[in-house]
C-alpha cells in the first residue's frame, strides 16, 4: 500500500516588517536645533524683500529699502524688557509729556500672541513710569472698544498683535503719525518654537 500525503497550505508569514513613515520635518524640529541669534537690521530687510519680492516692480521694492537710520541698536539677548527699552528711548519722559495726541501712540509694541504682549505689559512696569498702556489685540477686547478708547483717551504705548493693529490702522482707528518707536518681538519663541515672523499668517 501506498503513503499519501496531504499537501497542506502554506502558511503565509506575516511581514514583521512595517512600512515606515516618513516623518515631515516640522519647523519646531529645524529651529531646536538654532540657537537663537539677536535679530539684525537685516532680517527685517530681508523678511521685506523675501515677503513683497513678487508682486512688487523694482521701483517699488527700492521704496521699501529702510536707510539704517531708521533702526535702533536690536536686543542683543543681554538686556530685559525694560532695561532694552531705557536704552533705546532715554528720553522717554519727555516724550511721554509731550503727546497729547489722541488716536495715536509714542511706541508701539508688535508681538505674536495676546498672551505675550500680556507678558511685556508686565515686564515693562520699570519704563513705564504713569504712562497709560493700550492692549491692541482680539483676546477678550472687541475692536470697537478699542476704537473708541483710542477716540476718548490719549495713550503713550499700544501692545498688540500684528492683526489686530492693522485692523486698526485701516479703519483710521489708529494714527501712525506720531509713532516715534516702533518694537517688533522678533526673539521670542512660542511652545512650537516659532518666532513671530515663522507665522506665515504675520
Known sequence: PTECFLNQPEEKQESTVKAKRRKKKKISDVLQKSAPKP?????????????FGENRSVIELEEL??????????????????????????KWAKLRRNHKEKKSVV??????????SL???KSMTAFK??????????KHIKIKEQINMLEKGVF??????????KALVEQ???????????????????Q??????????V
Open 107 to 116: 511706541m508701539l509694541v508688535l508681538c505674536s500672541s495676546a498672551l505675550r
Open 39 to 51: 535679530a539684525v537690521p537685516a532680517d527685517l530687510q530681508n523678511l521685506l524683500t523675501q515677503h
Open 172 to 190: 483710521d482707528a489708529l494714527c501712525l503719525n506720531s509713532t516715534k518707536y516702533m518694537i517688533l518681538d522678533w526673539n521670542w519663541r512660542d
Open 129 to 138: 513710569g504713569d504712562c497709560r498702556v493700550l492692549k491692541l489685540f482680539a
Open 65 to 90: 529699502q529702510l536707510s539704517d537710520s531708521c533702526f535702533l541698536p536690536a536686543n542683543d539677548l543681554t538686556h530685559s524688557f525694560s532695561s532694552y527699552l531705557k536704552e533705546i528711548c532715554p
Open 119 to 121: 507678558e511685556l505689559i
Open 156 to 165: 503713550h504705548i499700544g501692545i498688540g498683535t500684528p492683526g489686530r493693529v
Open 192 to 201: 512650537k518654537l516659532r518666532r513671530m515672523v515663522d507665522i506665515p499668517e
